[in-house]
């Protein structure tokens, strides 16, 4: 391709040369097709599209929302909680103790049988220091009774030195007990011319359940 001017009677020819012609046919033709595209899209794509405002009219037509009622006017379907009367009685926890047990039956307590004896000439127990003699247990469960006589030797102090059974009950446990009983006595000694002596005393002892 060629280009002339005319300038002062001359002609003056200019060269393109045929790559540049072609390059820049090719970016003609990119330049088209990417405005094909961009026009293509813009009318299938609705995005851009803003959509019909609202009137002032319409604004208006919202109704507002209802005000609130009133806390005194009720609000609550809860009952109204009733004040406790004052002069109303309110129970009270009373505290009431158990009746005690009903006591045991004591058990029955051999008694001594009462013994002659000449004031002075024999020692005699001493009432605050002669408990009688515990009931066995086992004799009492079975019903065992009999009547034992125990002789007691005692010093001038008052203290038994020996003690004898001259008549057995028929149980050994009675016996037992009478003996064992009598060793922890104390007595008022025998008196010979106003001065304490050994001497000795024969003491029953009658057990009995009732």
Known sequence: MSASRSSSGKNITFQLPRRSLFISAIAFGVGVLLFLVVWLSSRNNDFYKA????????????????????AAAGSSDMPDAKPVPVDEERPQLVETAPPPPPAAAPAPTP?????AMAAGDRPQPIAEQSPPPTY???ALRNGVEGSVVVRVDVDPSGVPMDVTVIQRSGSRDLDRAATDAVRRWRFLPAQANGQPVQGSIEVPFDFKTQ
């Open 51 to 70: 959509g019909p405002a609202q009137t002032p009219q319409e604004v208006a037509e919202v109704e507002p929302l209802p005000e609130p009622l009133a």
């Open 111 to 115: 008694e001594a049988a009462p013994v």
């Open 136 to 138: 066995p247990p086992s």
